[in-house]
C-alpha cells in the first residue's frame, strides 16, 4: 500500500499540486486520471522520488520515503516497477538483456536462473522468442509489454504505469489493459496507472482519483464515477462521444 | 560528482562497461588519431624546412622541431581538442537521448545509481586510454614527418633520425602523457554532464552536444596553460 500525504509541489512560482492525501491500496488497480497538465504525472514521479518535493509525506507500506537518504531510496525503489510512456527501454540491449538488467544489477542469480526468469516474463507478457531482438525492431505495443516484462522481473510490490496505452491501437491497449490488470491481482502488487484514458478506466480501474488542477478534485470507483455529480469529473468523463453514448445508454 | 564517484552496485558490470568505453572512446577513435598525426607530423616537417634555409641551421632541426613540436603540444593538445568534438558530442548525445527518452529515469527507479552507471565508466576509460591514443599518436606524428622529409628529399633519413634523437628529454614525454590523462578527464566528465543534464527534446541534446564539445575545448585550452607553467617552467 502507497499513502500519500499533504503533497505539494512547484515549478518555480507555479504550484503543480495542492497538497494532495490519498491511499494506493494493495492488490488493486489504482488510476490517476486527470486532463493533460493537471499534475497527475508529477504526482507518479514525486511519489517514487524523481521529482524533489515542495512539502509532503509518501508512505510505502508505512515506510516513510522522503526523507530517507539516497542509498536507502534506492532500496525502496527495487521493489518499484515502472512501465513508462514510451517504454524506456535500453536501446543498445537486447529484449532479453533489458528484461535481464535489474536481475543481473541485484540479484546473485546464475546466468542460467537468469535466462530462465526472463523467458518466464517474457511468456507471461505473451512475447515467448523475441530474446533477441532489440527495441527498434519491435512495435510500440510489443515495446510497452517488454517494458512490463522488464518492471515485473524482480517481483515488484508496487507497479507504476505512466499513461500505458498512449500511442496504442484500440486493441493492443485491451491487451496491456487486461495485462495489467492479471499481474495486479496474481502477484497481489499496489498497481498505481495514470492515464485520461477513459475506456481503460472503465476496464480495469478499481480505485479513481481524479486530480483537477493541482487538486485531489473525487475519488471513487468505476461504478461511481459514471454517475458522478461532479461537474469537472462529468466534463472529463463524457467529453467523448463514446462516453456520451454510454452515458445516454445508462439514463435510458 | 560524489554519485558519479560512489562504490559501484556490481563490479562486474561496471568493469564490462568500462572494457565496452574503452572500445567506444579509443580503439574506435584511432583512425581519426592516426590520420590526424600523421599529416600534422608531416606539415610541420615542411613548414619548418621551408623556413630554415640558413646555412648555420642544420638540415637535421627539421626533425628536433617536428619531435618537439608533435611532443609538447600537438599530440597530447590539438588531438585532445579533436577527441572533444569526436568522443565529447558522442557521450553528450548518447546520455542526452537516455535523459530525453527516460531511460535515466528507469535506471533510477531500478534503484540503480545512474550517474555512476553511466559515467564512472566513461571517465575511467578515458583516463585508462588517452595516454595510450597520444603516444600513438606521438609516434605517428614523427613518423609522418620523416616520412614526408624522405619522400619529398628536403633531407635524408639519417639527418631526421639525428634530429628526433637530439637534445631529447624523456620528462617531455612525460608532460604530454599527464596532459593526456587530465584532458581525457575534462572531455568524459564535461560531455557526461551536459549529456546527463539535457532536458527536453532532440533539439536539446543537440545544444547539450555542443555545448559539451565548446565547454571541454574550452577547458583544455586553459588547463593546457596551466599545466604547462606548473610542469615545464
Redesign the interface.
Known sequence: MIEVKNLHKSFGDTEVLKGIDFRFGQGMVNMIIGQSGSGKSVLA?WI???HKPTKGEVLFDGLSFVPLP?AEK?????N?G?L???G????SMTVEENVK??L???TKSSEKEMTKRVNECLERVNLKGTNRLYPAETSGGMQKRIAIARAIS?QPKYL?CDEPNSGLDPQTSIVIDNMIRELTYDMNITTIVITHDMNSVIEIGDHILFIHKGEKWWSGDKQEILRTPNKELNEFVYASKFMQTLKDKLAG | MS?VFSRP??WP?YRRQIVKEIDSIGISSLGIVALMSVFMGAVIALQTASNIDGPLIPAYTVGFTTRQSIILEFSPTIIALILAGKVGSNIASEIGT?RV???I??L??????SAAYLIQPKVLAGIFIFPFLITISMFLGVFGGWFISVVSGILSSNEYIYGIQFAFRPFDVVYALIKSVFFGYVITTVSAYHGYYSRGSALEVGRSSTDAVVYSSVVILILNYVLTQLLLI
Request: avoid cysteine; charged fraction near 30%.
Open positions: 514521479k517514487v522520488g524523481l539516497i534506492r532500496e525502496v525503489r527495487k518499484i515502472m513508462f510512456q514510451a524506456a527501454l535500453f536501446d538488467f535489474p543481473r544489477m541485484f524482480m507504476f | 554519485r552496485e556490481k558490470i537516455m527518452t527516460e531511460q529515469d528507469a533510477d527507479i531500478m534503484g540503480v545509481n
